[in-house]
Structure formats: C-alpha cells, structure tokens
C-alpha cells in the first residue's frame, strides 16, 4: 500500500461523483481513492501496453502520471495503440496521450518526457515517482529500469508481449529481487536489422491492462500482487497460468583462450559492428526468428534456426558441436523469442552471446 498513513480524504463533490465505483467498495473508500489520487505512476513507452495502462489509470483518478516515449505515432501503431485515431499520425506520442488523458479526466496531472531513456537520464526522469510500468520492447531499457528501481526503491511493473503470449511481473517489491538480478546473465536486445513481429492486438490491451491493476492493487493495498511470480498469458489456449520465479546464481565465464574468441567472449553482448570485424571462422551467428522472417531480411552469413528447431536434440548437438571451435551468438528481434532461446543453449550448458542494437 502506498501512503499507508493517510487518514484524511480531501475528495472534492465532482471527485466522490466521479470515482463512486471505487468508493462505495469497502476494499478501497474513500481514503483508497485519496490514495490513487497521491500516487505518482510514471510509464515508460507510449505503445501498446501503456495505451491500455493509462487510459485506466487516468480514468480511475491516478493524480500524477508521466509519460516516456521519444516516438511519433505511425499508421502501423494504430492496430493496437488504442490511446491515438488517424489524426494523431505524425504527431508525437506524449503529446496525443496527454491531450486524450487529460479530457478523459481533467482532475489528474499529467508530465511529458518527449525522449529516450537511458542510464544517463534515467535518475533525472524517474526520481519522481513511485511506481514504473514498463511498456518497453527491449531488453535494454528494461535492464537501465531494473537497476535504477532497485537502486532507488521503486517497483517496477514488468510487461512484455509477442504474437499472442504476453508476460506480466511485478519486481522490486516489498525487497524482494528486480528484473536484472534474473536475467543479468543475459542480454536480449533488438539487433538493428530484424523486421516487427506481429502481434495480436487484443494482447496488448489484456496485458496493459493487467499491468494498471497491479499498480491499483499496490497502491491501494488490495488483493494479492505479482510479486515473485510471472503470469503467462497464451490467447490461441486462452490459458492464464501463473509460475514461482526466482533469481539465477551468475556463474563465472569459463571461455576458449582462442585470443580473438576470447576477446568476443568477455562480454555478454556483442554489436553488429563488432561481428564484422571478426574473422567469420570465429563465430556462429545463429537467427531464432521464424523462416518468413529470415528469408525478408537477415545478417550475412546468419543461420536460421527457429525456436520450435532448436528444441530439437539434433540442432543442440550441432550447435554444441560448433561451440567447442566458435563463439555462439544469438539474435532476434523479439525479447521472448531471445529469452527461450537463450533458455535452451543455458539448459544445455552452451554458452552465448546476443547480439546488442545499434544504440543503447
């Protein structure tokens, strides 16, 4: 529960009339929806989850809300980004949001960040608030938001979707472990050269939305949180299934002493411009996406092999083969597909890189 000693309500008439829903529930009153109203929420991505997000947000009276997003809308957001219509294209998405957030509901305030966030302005935008939903599509912001949370005390509200499957977790709360310390043996980002994935866009909105409640239970103390446990959504099964998470131990890098392998393998990440620059003997660059995808646009010299493929014993034994003599790296463009893929070379104790964006 967030400001836990408020025992005064300050709702005005046009408040108690406007959120009466919430109130006449004896789970949250009048002294919960004060609490919705002092809770500070800042959403980092204007895209798909976050357009659900806000709107409820908004809507039941979350009194400081920030946006992050350096991005104008395109035709293509309008399949499920629900916050933008037609005449929003070409505008930027910050701007579009507050303007629909703020007639939706003119009691709450709204702050604007048109920019990209990074480790360097990270503190300066954060600082504020209380709560972070995570509305981002790649593993590098969410890593600068991890740490900055944990650092910070701040919950981080975790949501990430592809195709149909989408995830939901809540980290960093009440102490308990944050998103990097689970995956900070891993790096999943977006290398510059993969297409979109699709996705269905009802996902976003379920997702989006699930992320808003999370924040709304935090804030009001109601109910059970995501915390310590990842809720797996599969519309094509229509399947809801929560799992126990926790985080993994780092282990030491055990790799060849091969002097240009060596070098490769010191980090975790590598950058397109690194592979080019590396004798194409050295390494395997193996592509998770699904063959369509491949054959539209792919990194020379990339092999392709699709997730459901590499589940396979035989592309197992064949990649561990090539690991002995070559540096593994792994690309795609989406989160999930990187983090099953990576699942299965850990599982069999193959070691790997991913391929890093152009930009962090």
Do not use: W
């Not at 054959?295 to 092999?305: K, M, R």
């Amino acid at each position: 529960m967030l400001n836990p000693s408020q025992k005064h309500s300050n709702l005005s008439d046009e408040e108690y009339e406007r959120y009466s829903r919430h109130i006449i529930m004896e789970e949250i009153g009048p002294l919960g929806q004060e609490r919705i109203k002092l809770a500070r929420i800042i959403c980092i991505g204007a895209g798909g989850l976050n357009s659900a997000a806000l709107l409820y947000l908004a809507s039941c009276g979350v009194g400081n809300i920030g946006i992050v997003d350096n991005d104008i809308v395109d035709k293509s957001n309008l399949q499920r980004q629900i916050l933008y219509k037609t005449s929003s294209i070409n505008h930027t998405k910050v701007e579009e949001a507050k303007k629909v957030l703020t007639a939706i509901n003119p009691f709450i305030k709204i702050q604007t960040y048109n920019i990209n966030l990074n480790k360097n302005n990270v503190d300066r935008i954060l600082y504020l608030y209380d709560i972070v939903i995570d509305g981002t599509d790649n593993l590098t912001s969410k890593m600068i938001i991890s740490i900055y949370c944990k650092k910070n005390h701040k919950i981080h509200i975790y949501g990430a979707i592809e195709k149909y499957i989408g995830h939901v977790s809540v980290f960093n709360y009440q102490n308990n472990f944050s998103y990097h310390e689970i995956y900070s043996n891993r790096t999943f980002t977006t290398p510059r050269t993969c297409p979109n994935t699709g996705v269905l866009n009802t996902l976003a909105g379920i997702v989006g939305t699930i992320q808003a409640t999370e924040a709304i239970k935090i804030i009001t103390g109601l109910g059970y949180v995501l915390n310590g446990y990842l809720l797996k959504i599969n519309l094509l099964q229509m399947s809801f299934k929560k799992s126990f998470i926790k985080p993994r131990k780092r282990k030491k890098p055990n790799f060849q002493t091969n002097k240009e392998k060596q070098q490769l393998t010191t980090r975790r990440y590598i950058n397109i411009e690194e592979i080019e620059r590396l004798n194409i003997n050295t390494y395997i660059l193996i592509d998770v996406r699904d063959p369509i995808e491949f054959q539209i646009e792919q990194i020379p010299h990339a092999v392709n092999i699709p997730i459901k493929k590499l589940r396979e014993m035989k592309q197992i034994k064949f990649v561990k083969r090539l690991s002995i003599s070559k540096s593994v790296i792994i690309y795609c463009n989406s989160e999930l597909r990187s983090f099953i893929g990576s699942q299965i070379l850990t599982k069999y104790q193959i070691k790997h890189l991913l391929l890093k964006p152009e930009h962090i």
